[in-house]
């Protein structure tokens, strides 16, 4: 005698992106804070320091935002034209930020006013970072050169001119006080070192270089240009790692997460990818309205910034971890009764007796099991079923069919349930996976409720509802032929005598004229 | 020498069992099967004994009435046997003459059985006569007394009861109820409304009597079970209606005191109705398959019930399902085809609705059932079911392959399930599902065998009604985190001019594989897919497709509809003969170049076995049977036979079985059929089949001592060991369960029960074991002893001469003392 054997549910396999850690973690953000800036936002930098501020560099100021507030906790605005790259020092006290005049500013975050300006240079600066032992700035600018500044005397130490082309991105070395790294619209990056009077090191990117990156480790370093992310390995001498196309347009910032595991990059094509630092493959990727300009994350990961080309800044918050202890904790059985009987060893002349596994039926096995098909039915149309679960509805709606009771399930439904009915019908019945039976559905729907169409105003939405939605996809589905039918040809037309066991028997004649064509 | 049409195994289920009955300790169920009737153990669900001497379906056994050892049995060939079932030996054979269709043996009627047999004369009409058993000497008795009881009765034994103490009999046909009471030759008839009104049908479908009580029950074809009582007035008589069944009802029983009444049919669940009410009902659902008959053992304990796929299923009186008792199951279509598994031998095919069985030929018996559909059946007819339609098993039986489709012409819903043999949990378990893996039928399946090259190089070919063949390929997963590391999916799609593919084969060494598209036969190349060439032999499509084995691999065979058989040879891609034969069935063996080819010609098979390089057959076998073969299968044999005969030489690696189109299972066989018998008709022991009575536990313990005494008495030691043995093992198996200690503490007792001890090995033992009897009984005066030796010990010193031989004195006493250690540890056990 064999027990009731419950309803198969069809699993489909997710089609698309698995879910997979990576894709749960990033998306655990809320949905994201939009803040209008004057003008495009060129730079974004979070203080290391806790409250983890960040200072956002747009137009001719640099605003400071705290973690959660929407209104800049503080302005300076200084500045006579665009300023560029406000960047904070390793202690979170000091912001330098270059300018479009090519005054290099240095701001304390209590004050106002510069406490130095690094003067000299005619041309923009878009460049401005600190070395790691928080005396020395180095700076770029459109005048192909970069410098090294001293701050307490606020005079030029040294001045490379390399490049040649405009210095848009740059990075100090964590690890070593005296590198600092240049990317240029020369299509190279170079590396500096203080004590020596020329650069150290040149890497060909290919395309005029848009950001650059150190790892924390100092052995790594990652340039963007072009639609290419590369990976660099600087002690070996600048070899190139692994080089990544995954944009479709220039990338404009990179950006590691705070363990180093994962490495973005931001795009004009509006999206930012998220790879892995081991295998280099994107695990995931965010979608933003406009082109990308900057990007930065804050420590712990709590909060991504997006600063866009129309000057929006998108700001998004990692949700709080959802704490379901107090739930379970419910359902959970006392302890006593947890323990009770488990700590029991039996002896060896104990004669054990196994106890059959209770089985759990889910509601509508139960009900099937009685052959009560309405109340089946009934069960499986219950919104959350309905809702998240529409393959148990389908399975149930088969099953029934199978069993030839579906027309009576069906039938004998008040206008509340047949409204329900319609519309799970009018949303799902163009999904592949379901059509074969929720067109069995409809037909038995239609049949059934003939004689009472008109009555109800609600029902009769339904049924234009559903017709609407059939038509839409017939429309569809005739397109698809129609595209499938040109590639069809097109396929035909490349088809070559070798590969031809796929489509031999169609194409036999075509490409018999291709071969008598070429001996010709 | 050999038996012409071979050994029918006990499949026929056509047979009715109203004769299936228990023996009062519940110990056998008898059960008429085809020509035999077959004795089963209910303990241990064995087949113990089967009886064959009927030249013709047997249709009805009853115990004796007198003697619960003895068996009557009554058959198409008209005559009634008299059968002690305990030794398998016909007592009695009586013949009546005209076909007998149904028995019954009431207990009031004396030395008369009543049968039912054809009227002369009129077809289709029956009686129901007595036939006077005369207790004459010889065993061939004519028994051509007959008188007639009843006149147009129903053919079947279900249409008939007797009702309480013999004193009336009860006959039901169409929507007609006849009553015949033997004291009073009273003949009361009655009748039903013949108008089918919404849903109801009032025809009889079974009957039954109460034990007890004035009362008759019968099923009707709407499934409603009428109570009949006051039946003795012609005009006041009444009925009361219990109503569960949405069909048929197949068969009532009444329990021994006639407080329930089980009903069954199509749905196969057993009723059990309480003191007749419709209120009170137990259910014992989801048994399998429809219940063809219900019967009750005599002592009320067990009730059995037999279903139409030719399987008994026991049931405890509290209705619990107990057992089952299974052969081959019949299904209602064996679309999968005979399949050996190359892992257990055993025989594939379409088992229970939506499982595949796996039966072995060796020993009669389902092996197991596996579930391909894995969804609940619904048992109503009308329903468009789905079920398994092709298997395939991979060379070495590691992957499974199934294709279920429901009967559904519009949306077959097929399922493509590959099935992968688990070594720890022994069985299959599902590896990959393919929704709809062609769009219209598939009409053949087979997987690339080559042993040598491991699974690595499986493939699975699947050729379709939508004019496609497709190859399917193992994938192995890269991702880690996934459940399973293989998993199926296509790798090419082949077509031939838009043509449906009707069978596919791969050839030996698995380098080509052939495709029949209607009438043309391809080859293709398995590494490239690449079309090789093209075989046809006009007119008619092809039918059956295989290539030859071992020296005869460059041969490919084919089979037309129009009553050819070809062999191409594959060197020279010409046909290398043909013959004019109308094949059914092309089946291959696998362990030699024979191939075996069944003809359908005039309603008879006939089988021809041929070597493809040779065109002249080595075996012919005309109107091998009557029925239309549908399917044979070569079985590998466990050892080759030892065959003298040049003619069955193709029989010493494998064994031919065929399936017949009413699902008989056959085989061809050197052996005659008693033969084939002996070894499974063992003699049942007679002191066995006692009943535990206290009485006999008392008379076994008397026949313990005496067995003792025997010993005693010097009788011949090694016969009584044996008898003295038997006692302690048996008590450790007849001991209810729960009473017994554990196991392991039994184990060391019937370990030792089972060795043989020293004493039956030699006198000399026997004699040891007197000794160590004797020091039995010095142990008493033990302390005696060491009081002598210990004045032995003072005198030492005095008699130096005699310290050697004293010495040796001590020496022997504490071998003694070791010995008596010795023995009291055994005695320990």
């Known amino acids: 005698m064999a027990a009731y054997k419950p309803v198969v549910v069809q699993a489909c396999p997710k089609l698309g992106e698995k879910i997979t850690q990576d894709t749960l973690y990033w998306r655990g953000y809320k949905t994201p804070v939009q803040i209008k800036e004057f003008g495009a936002v060129n730079k974004i930098d979070f203080s290391p320091v806790p409250p983890y501020n960040y200072a956002v560099t747009a137009s001719s100021r640099i605003h400071i935002y705290g973690r959660y507030s929407q209104e800049p906790i503080k302005t300076f605005s200084r500045f006579r034209d665009t300023a560029y790259c406000a960047t904070y020092r390793d202690d979170g006290r000091l912001l330098a930020a270059g300018c479009e005049d090519g005054i290099v500013r240095l701001f304390d975050i209590g004050g106002k006013a510069p406490l130095r300006q690094f003067e000299g240079r005619s041309k923009p600066v878009h460049v401005v970072g600190f070395l790691s032992d928080k005396y020395r700035i180095f700076s770029g600018g459109d005048d192909y050169s970069s410098h090294l500044w001293d701050i307490p005397s606020a005079t030029e130490i040294i001045s490379y001119s390399e490049h040649t082309d405009y210095v848009r991105c740059g990075c100090a070395s964590k690890v070593n006080a005296d590198v600092f790294i240049t990317g240029s619209y020369d299509h190279t990056v170079k590396l500096f070192d203080a004590r020596a009077k020329s650069s150290v090191m040149t890497i060909e990117h290919g395309h005029p270089v848009e950001s650059v990156l150190l790892f924390p480790s100092g052995g790594l370093l990652v340039s963007a240009g072009g639609r290419y992310v590369k990976v660099w390995d600087v002690l070996k001498g600048g070899q190139l790692l692994v080089s990544l196309k995954n944009h479709h347009k220039t990338v404009t910032c990179l950006c590691l997460n705070s363990s180093g595991q994962r490495l973005l990059s931001g795009s004009l094509d509006r999206h930012v990818k998220i790879y892995s630092t081991t295998s280099y493959k994107v695990v995931h990727s965010f979608n933003y309205a406009t082109s990308i300009l900057s990007l930065a994350l804050s420590p712990e990961d709590e909060t991504i910034v997006v600063g866009m080309t129309n000057g929006v800044l998108n700001v998004k918050h990692r949700k709080p971890e959802e704490k379901n202890e107090k739930s379970q904790k419910k359902r959970q059985p006392a302890y006593r009764t947890y323990v009770k009987g488990r700590t029991y060893m039996p002896k060896q002349e104990d004669f054990c007796v196994s106890k059959p596994v209770k089985r759990v039926l889910r509601k509508y096995d139960k009900l099937l099991r009685g052959f009560q098909s309405s109340k089946a039915l009934d069960a499986v149309l219950e919104p959350p079923i309905m809702l998240h679960t529409p393959e148990v509805t389908v399975a149930v709606m088969q ?44 037909d038995m729907i239609t049949d059934i409720y003939q004689p009472v169409v008109g009555q109800s105003a609600i029902v009769d939405k339904q049924f234009l509802k559903l017709q609407e939605a059939i038509g839409k996809e017939i429309d569809y589905q005739e397109e698809l032929l129609e595209v499938l039918g040109m590639m069809d040809t097109l396929f035909a037309t490349f088809t070559k005598k070798k590969d031809t066991c796929l489509e031999e028997n169609k194409s036999n004649g075509l490409t018999e004229m291709i071969k008598t064509n070429r001996n010709y | 020498r050999r038996c012409p049409r071979g050994l029918r195994l006990p499949r026929d289920a056509r047979a009715p069992s109203a004769g299936m009955t228990a023996f009062p300790p519940c110990r056998y169920l008898l059960c008429a099967l085809g020509d035999f009737v077959k004795v089963y153990s209910v303990s241990t669900e064995e087949t113990l004994r089967l009886m064959g001497g009927h030249a013709d379906l047997v249709t009805g056994i009853q115990l004796n009435p007198h003697n619960h050892m003895q068996l009557y049995s009554s058959s198409l060939d008209g005559t009634i046997k008299l059968w002690d079932f305990m030794d398998g030996i016909p007592i009695k054979t009586f013949t009546v003459g005209s076909k007998l269709l149904a028995l019954y043996t009431p207990a009031s009627a004396e030395d008369s059985a009543f049968v039912v047999i054809p009227k002369k004369g009129e077809r289709d009409t029956f009686q129901l006569v007595s036939v006077k058993l005369t207790k004459g000497a010889g065993q061939n008795v004519e028994a051509k007394e007959l008188s007639v009881v009843l006149d147009d009765v129903g053919a079947s034994m279900k249409h008939i009861a007797f009702g309480r103490e013999g004193a009336y009999v009860v006959s039901v046909k169409d929507v007609n109820l006849q009553v015949y009471f033997f004291k009073r030759k009273l003949l009361n008839r009655f009748s039903l409304s013949t108008v089918k009104t919404k849903g109801g049908d009032n025809h009889f479908s079974c009957v039954v009597c109460h034990p007890t009580e004035d009362c008759i029950a019968t099923g009707h074809a709407d499934g409603k079970i009428r109570l009949w009582r006051n039946f003795h007035h012609k005009k006041e008589y009444t009925y009361s209606t219990l109503h569960w069944h949405h069909d048929i009802v197949m068969d009532l029983a009444f329990s021994m005191e006639g407080t329930r009444l089980l ?86 095919l379409n088992g229970e609705p939506g499982h595949l069985q796996f039966y072995s030929l060796q020993s009669d018996q389902q092996l197991f059932s596996l579930d391909i559909v894995q969804r609940q059946y619904i048992h109503q007819a009308g ?79 699947t050729a379709g009604r939508d004019c496609v063949f497709k190859v399917w390929v193992m994938v192995e997963d890269t991702d880690p985190e996934a459940q399973q590391s293989v998993s199926w999916s296509c790798d090419f799609v082949g077509s031939y001019h838009n043509y449906q593919a009707t069978n596919c084969c791969f050839s030996e060494d698995g380098s080509l594989l052939a495709v029949s598209f209607e009438e043309t036969v391809t080859l293709w190349d398995s590494l490239t897919w690449d079309l090789k060439c093209t075989f046809c032999h006009p007119p008619g499509n092809i039918r059956n497709i295989c290539f030859g084995r071992l020296t005869c691999s460059k041969y490919l065979i084919g089979a037309t509809d129009y009553g050819f058989l070809c062999c191409w040879n594959l060197l020279t891609c010409a046909l290398e003969w043909s013959a004019h034969l109308n094949v059914v069935v092309l089946q291959p063996d696998p362990l030699s170049e024979h191939i075996a080819a069944v003809s359908w ?81 063992k003699q049942l022991a007679v002191e066995e089949s006692l009943p535990v009575t206290p009485f006999s536990l008392l008379l076994g313990k008397h026949r313990r001592q005496q067995a003792q005494e025997d010993v005693d008495l010097g009788k011949p030691v090694v016969h009584n060991k044996q008898e003295q043995a038997s006692p302690a093992v048996k008590e450790l198996l007849h001991t209810p369960a729960h009473v017994l200690p554990s196991a392991s503490f039994l184990c060391t007792i019937f370990i030792n029960s089972l060795l043989i001890s020293k004493e039956n090995k030699s006198a000399e033992e026997v004699a040891d074991e007197v ?33 050697t031989c004293k010495l040796s004195k001590s020496q022997e006493k504490e071998l003694r003392k070791i010995r008596k250690m010795d023995y009291s540890w055994i005695s320990a056990f």
């Not at chain 2, 219940?291 to 139409?308: F, K, R, V």
């Open chain 2, 601 to 681: 010609l005039s309603k008879e098979s006939s089988l021809f076995v041929f070597k493809p390089n040779e065109p002249r057959p080595v075996y012919i076998q005309r109107n091998l049977c009557k029925e239309k073969i549908l399917l044979a299968a070569f079985v590998p044999r466990d050892e080759p036979e030892i065959i003298s005969s040049e003619k069955y030489l193709w029989l010493r690696k494998s064994q031919l079985f065929f399936l017949t189109d009413t699902q008989e299972l056959m085989t061809l066989s050197t052996k005659s059929l008693e033969e084939r018998l002996t070894p499974s008709s």
């Open chain 1, 399 to 442: 099953e029934l069919h199978r069993r030839g009771t579906l027309r009576s399930a069906l039938a004998g439904r008040d206008e509340k349930q047949v409204n329900l009915l319609l519309t799970f019908v009018a949303r799902r019945v163009i999904e592949p996976r379901f059509t074969p039976v929720l067109v069995t559905v409809a």
């Open chain 2, 771 to 803: 000794e160590m009897e004797s020091e039995k009984a010095e142990d008493d005066s033990d302390e005696e002893d060491v009081t002598e030796m210990e004045q032995e010990d003072t005198s030492h010193m005095e008699l130096l001469g005699e310290t």
């Open chain 2, 263 to 348: 009903s069954g049919g199509v749905e196969s669940v057993l009723v059990q109705w309480h003191n007749e009410s419709s209120c009170q009902k137990d259910f014992l659902p989801r048994l399998g398959s429809p219940i063809e008959y219900i019967s009750m053992s005599s002592d009320g304990a067990l009730c059995c019930t037999l279903h139409t796929d030719n399987r008994i299923t026991i049931i405890n009186s509290n209705l619990r399902f107990s057992r089952s008792i299974q052969g081959l199951i019949k299904s209602r279509d064996v679309k999968t085809g005979l399949v050996v598994d190359p892992r257990t031998k055993a025989l594939v």
């Open chain 2, 383 to 461: 329903l468009k079911q789905s079920d398994l339609v092709k298997v395939a098993f991979s060379a070495r039986g590691t992957w499974l392959a199934t294709v279920e489709e429901s009967e559904e012409v519009t949306d077959p819903e097929l399922q493509l399930k590959l099935w992968f043999y688990s070594e720890e949990t022994q069985s299959f378990q599902l590896n990959t599902r393919i929704n709809t893996p062609h769009d219209n039928h598939i009409t053949d399946m087979c997987f690339r065998d080559m042993d040598e090259l491991g699974d690595d190089s499986l493939i699975l070919v």
